[in-house]
């Protein structure tokens, strides 16, 4: 007698390839962003129109959003607001370069070799702490109003985080990865692009990051003199003339331009860390 079983099916699971879902993923991500910055927005329009309708200020002082708009508007048409946005792109990217670089050149002497710990690490913290606007008036003296002196002020703003946070990095390198290196053979040279470069990307990142952020605070107080064009020296006419419609449709516009340069920023250098979100 022969028994007959049932035939059992195992349902198997659609194959997946890997990393299907992570393009969905990260435009669900960019999305959900967007989609709070946009209301982020739309709240404080509201509030400040609620502001604006209650009177508490003067209308010229406190004009409405409709207002601000108006005046970017007629700076554009009036061919202002093109060449401001460009000269003011040009002195914050040289200004941000030099900063940099002298920022990740000096931690890596100052974290790495026993005359920079000795010798410049305290200069540099006596510095930290100086406001970079007090050196307008001495970057003048050297330098003139040309220039020179506004990409030597964005500099030195740019400087002090990108020092710090790359230091921080620097110094902070595991000693068994440096030991482990020594063992392998690596040299001084290979030691640093291999193991402490990539060991304090992160720390690196963020640095650079807020430099970039100080080189747009910066753009300001630079364009204020010794110039015709540029945001901050649009503001600075603006304010001189009481037009505080300019003057906060030219924050609102260094703003979106701080915001896609952070973000830019952001997207270029994820390769470099992507390693330490890995590990969390």
Not at 5 to 10: E, G, K, W
Not at 84 to 91: E, F, G, P, T, V
Not at 113 to 137: D, F, K
Not at 167 to 186: K, V
Request: hydrophobic residues 50%; proline residues 6%; contains cysteine.
């Amino acid at each position: 007698m022969t028994s007959s079983r049932p035939t059992t099916t195992t349902a198997r699971a659609p194959a997946r390839t890997p990393g299907s879902g992570r393009p969905r993923a990260i435009w669900s991500t960019r999305a959900g962003a967007a989609g709070g910055t946009l209301a982020g927005l739309a709240i404080a329009a509201t509030l400040w129109s609620l502001v604006v309708a209650a009177d508490v200020f003067p209308r010229e002082l406190f004009p409405s959003v409709a207002q601000v708009f108006r005046a970017g508007r007629t700076m554009w048409t009036e061919g202002l607001l093109g060449p401001d946005i460009a000269a003011s792109l040009q002195r914050a990217l040289i200004g941000f370069l030099i900063g940099a670089l002298a920022g990740i050149a000096a931690a890596i002497v100052t974290a790495s070799t026993w005359l920079g710990r000795r010798l410049l690490q305290p200069v540099l913290r006596l510095l930290a702490p100086v406001p970079t606007i007090g050196i307008v008036p001495l970057a003048i003296l050297w330098f003139g109003i040309g220039e020179d002196s506004k990409a030597l002020v964005i500099a030195l703003g740019v400087f002090v985080p990108v020092w710090i946070n790359s230091h921080a990095g620097f110094a902070d390198t595991p000693a068994d990865f440096l030991r482990a290196a020594r063992c392998l053979g690596g040299g001084r040279v290979q030691t640093l692009t291999r193991v402490v470069l990539p060991e304090a990307a992160p720390d690196v990142v963020a640095g650079l990051r807020v430099g970039a952020a100080m080189a747009f605070v910066l753009i300001v107080v630079a364009e204020m003199t010794g110039t015709t064009e540029g945001i901050g020296y649009r503001i600075y006419q603006a304010q001189l003339f009481s037009q505080a419609d300019r003057v906060i449709f030219c924050l609102i516009v260094l703003g979106i331009i701080g915001a896609a340069c952070d973000l830019a920023l952001a997207t270029f250098t994820t390769p470099l860390t992507r390693w330490a979100r890995e590990e969390h």
